[in-house]
């Protein structure tokens, strides 16, 4: 894969982010976006156990697509304040995503601003994100397509991004929003995946207060290098292309492939995996 660093920047105008990044729909860190929020000085674990301990939170981990797991379905839930122990005790892969701040812990909106970066924002809905070390998502991207801004907290998170121009050479599943599930994005083996060497995308580490822009559409691969949390904001897709696309993913391929799922079982799961492997050949005949 060939990774450029993500440009960065200590702070932007809402008119040069606009015009240098939003327009051409570029990815970019914004290093002292957060600096001037009680967010910056509070949000850290020890402050999330005592705000939301004894919230159940929902837990997922990197296992492998099953077909009886419902679309967002959480593979196990715990106590907020027992889960982070567990992250700061010892690496698992148990991570918390899509956690609406809004509607689990109210008092944090008061922590937090709105930037005006020059979109209009979905004021409801800040979602948290949390991993222990070595913790990660599959390579994926946003069911809606959205302009999103991720604001990390506490520790270090390995962020790669590629445009949807590259999804030919991605191993997209079909009928779904992601890669193949066997692709380590962090260290992918060529010689398996020989499509990734024609991959052209972005790298970066996200540290406590940094704002990474991901633009519409953009896929996204997520590492926590040590345990630390998220916050993602949104702002709908401006493209009309990728609106459709969004449309169509949450009306139509969603209910689509969770329709297969129940019909079909595990077999349309290993069906799907074998169609991402064909697809691939042909590209690399």
């Known amino acids: 894969m060939k990774l450029r660093e993500i440009p960065r920047v200590d702070t932007i105008s809402k008119e040069a982010f606009i015009d240098q990044y939003f327009r051409p729909q570029q990815p970019v860190v914004i290093e002292r976006a ?99 070390r070595d913790s990660h998502t599959f390579m994926h991207y946003d069911i809606d397509l959205a302009n999103i801004f991720h604001f990390h907290f506490e520790g270090t998170k390995e962020c790669i991004l590629f445009p949807q121009t590259e999804t030919k050479n991605l191993y997209k599943v079909p009928h779904s929003l992601i890669t193949h599930e066997s692709i380590d994005f962090a260290k992918p083996d060529l010689d398996k995946w020989p499509l990734l060497k024609n991959a052209n995308g972005f790298r970066t580490f996200l540290k406590h207060g940094e704002v990474l822009y991901m633009p519409e559409g953009y896929w996204h691969y997520m590492k926590y290098l040590t345990p630390g949390f998220s916050m993602s904001l ?52």
Request: glycine letters at 6%; zero cysteines.
């Open 34 to 132: 957060t600096v001037d929020w009680p967010a910056f000085g509070r949000w850290n674990l020890d402050y999330m156990r005592r705000v939301a301990g004894d919230k159940i939170v929902p837990l997922y981990d990197d296992r492998p697509v099953n077909h009886k797991d419902g679309f967002n379905e959480p593979h196990a839930k715990m106590r907020m304040a027992d889960y982070i122990d567990l992250l700061q005790k010892e690496p698992t892969r148990y991570r918390i995503f899509l956690w609406n701040i809004l509607k689990e812990v109210p008092e944090l909106q008061y922590d937090y601003e709105y930037p005006d970066f020059g979109l209009k924002l979905q004021k409801g809905l800040p979602m948290l994100f949390f991993g222990g």
């Open 234 to 285: 949104r702002s709908w897709p401006k493209n009309s292309t990728n609106v459709a696309k969004g449309l169509y993913n949450i009306f139509v391929m969603r209910n689509y492939d969770n329709l297969m799922r129940k019909l079909g079982g595990q077999k349309w799961i290993e069906w799907k995996n074998q169609k991402t492997v064909e697809r691939a050949h042909k590209v690399l005949r």
